[in-house]
Nanobody, 115 residues
Framework: QVQLVESGGGLVQPGGALRLSCAAS????????MAWYRQAPGKQRELVAG???????DYADSVKDRFTISRDNAKNTVYLQMNSLKPEDTAAYYC?????????WGRGTQVTVSS
């Protein structure tokens, strides 16, 4: 059974930082492309960042230079370090795993950026 379990969300003030984690099980983690998506109320789900099995990252323009995606294949875990958070970063954040596309999704973790 595939499980992707996100953690690390919460309430943070503008300009603050959070680190999201996603622990994967039931998949061959090392060959998967991992990614983080987010969905804000009333908005479409969007890709935030992805990382290939070789560790090559890509980012949405809106988070470049603020967010960093990384992975630890020994721990089957992918991370999203989020710095300089803005109110518009408020959303539910979802971890995904797949080969050519996201085949598996976590349940999400809420990030709220507010003063």
């Amino acid at each position: 059974q595939v499980q992707l379990v996100e953690s690390g969300g919460g309430l943070v003030q503008p300009g603050g930082a959070l680190r999201l984690s996603c622990a994967a099980s039931g998949i061959t983690f090392s060959i998967c492309r991992m990614a983080w998506y987010r969905q804000a109320p009333g908005k479409q789900r969007e890709l935030v960042a992805g990382i290939t099995s070789d560790g090559i990252p890509d980012y949405a323009d809106s988070v470049k230079d603020r967010f960093t995606i990384s992975r630890d294949n020994a721990k089957n875990t992918v991370y999203l370090q989020m710095n300089s958070l803005k109110p518009e970063d408020t959303a539910a954040y979802y971890c995904t795993a797949g080969i050519l596309k996201p085949n598996y999704w976590g349940r999400g973790t809420q990030v709220t950026v507010s003063s």
